[in-house]
């Protein structure tokens, strides 16, 4: 055929995660650059998925989901979060975190419209945007810690700017947005008439004393705001893909007709795991997973730095960006498949969460690892010193 293929994919690439992910496998090294989180799985979530095949929950569900699941959400989303949401109009539960958001930007971005996003960005949301025809517009933060000016936010705002994206705690970066920063983005959400994406699904991933805070709790936010979550992270099952939204039930009702068309539904017995985590797994479990969390981050840390590769200490999430400048190589990339190539270890170029020059002097690493594959990673790079 001589035809072209549609200009949505233009500005589409494979992703660095996945092309690293399959250099690693080639070389069988150990993979850090997808965060696959390959921890084990809560025996309560297993069980309830199993349970739910047994009894014959394998058909479509309602397009957002099992009511089990939008009530048990409903019920963690006002003890955790502070939201109050209707789980008959306000949640919309999606294929993981990545559908959910890209339902949000079909249901209520126009081509042309921008949408501001903190750099180091997630390159997923990235493409996102791109292939509803919105307009990314950055935000570069400064390291280690990943501050930003309220001003410098302020002079990205245009007659074309839509929304905004915080990602909250962030990857790749390992910020978490404090409260005084997010009040500083609410003003300007409220003064210029935007949505507010938030993707939170870290939201129990947090470090040294640090507290999640919700966008949709500042005031008046709930109104702008959609919030994303999900479970692949937190019970390590991100290839079950279910995440959610939750909005405003005029909004959720667009981003509901868009997950529809999409997905149809996640699917059904896994919703029905999930579900029975959040109903049985108490607050042990997720302190459990903090302390299980920050004992591997300052582990990998120490070998970062033992290696001469200077981490920006994650607050949250479970990456790290190191500043791999020392290595050779032009690039970010070439650093990275250095870094393969020496120890079988692999990191996705900061190229892949940059715009500018800023990304050649990282890579991303994932530490969601078992602590014999994490320690055996930490070994091989502190060998690069």
């Known amino acids: 055929m001589t035809r072209d293929w ?11 995660i996945r092309a690293m992910s399959m250099a690693c496998e080639k070389v069988k090294g150990i993979n850090l650059a997808q965060g696959v989180c390959d921890t084990p799985v809560p025996l309560p979530v297993i069980q309830g998925a199993e349970r739910a095949m047994e009894e014959g929950y394998n058909t479509y569900t309602r397009f957002d989901g099992v ?11 006002a003890d955790y979060n502070g939201i109050a949401a209707d789980p008959e109009t306000e949640i919309t539960v999606s294929a993981g975190a990545t559908g959910a958001f890209h339902c949000a930007c079909l249901a209520l971005l126009n081509p042309g ?29 400064q390291a280690p810690s990943w501050t930003f000016s309220q001003a410098d936010l302020e002079r ?12 909250t705690p962030g990857n790749p970066s390992g910020k978490v947005f404090g409260r005084a920063e997010l009040q500083g983005i609410a003003d300007l959400a409220a003064r210029y008439d935007l949505f507010v994406f938030t993707d939170e699904i ?5 470090f040294d004393g640090r507290q999640h805070v919700s966008f949709a709790t500042l005031p008046g936010m ?13 019970f390590s099952i991100t290839g079950w893909r279910i995440g959610y939204s939750v909005a405003r039930a005029r909004w959720a009702q667009m981003i509901g007709a868009m997950n529809d ?26 302190l459990g997973l903090i302390e299980e969390y920050q004992r591997k981050r300052d582990r990998f840390c120490r070998a970062l730095n033992t290696a001469g590769l200077p981490p920006s200490v994650p607050q949250g999430a479970y990456y790290v960006l190191a500043d791999v400048s020392r290595l050779p190589g032009a690039t970010s990339k070439e650093r990275a498949m250095h870094v393969l190539q020496k120890t079988g270890v692999a990191g996705v170029p900061g ?12 890579i991303r690493l994932c530490f969601a690892k078992t602590d014999a594959d994490l320690e055996e990673a930490c070994r091989r790079i502190e060998q690069l010193r």
């Open 67 to 77: 009511a089990e699941l939008r009530q048990a959400l409903a019920r963690k989303l």
């Open 222 to 234: 709930a109104e702008r705001t959609i919030t994303i979550g999900g479970y692949s992270k937190t």
């Open 6 to 16: 549609s200009r949505r994919t233009a500005g589409l690439a494979q992703s660095e």
């Open 351 to 362: 190229e892949a969460f940059f715009t500018g020059g800023e990304g050649r002097r990282f």
């Open 156 to 167: 990205l705002v245009t007659s074309r700017t839509k929304a905004i994206v915080v990602n």
């Open 113 to 141: 419209d921008e949408v501001i996003l903190f750099e180091p960005y997630y390159a997923y949301h990235i493409s996102a945007l791109v292939s509803v025809e919105a307009v990314p517009r950055m935000l570069p933060m």
């Open 202 to 206: 870290y939201e129990y991933f947090l």
């Open 261 to 286: 068309l999409l997905y149809v539904c996640a699917p059904a017995p896994l919703q029905h795991g999930v579900a029975a985590g959040i109903r049985e797994l108490d607050r042990g479990f997720y």
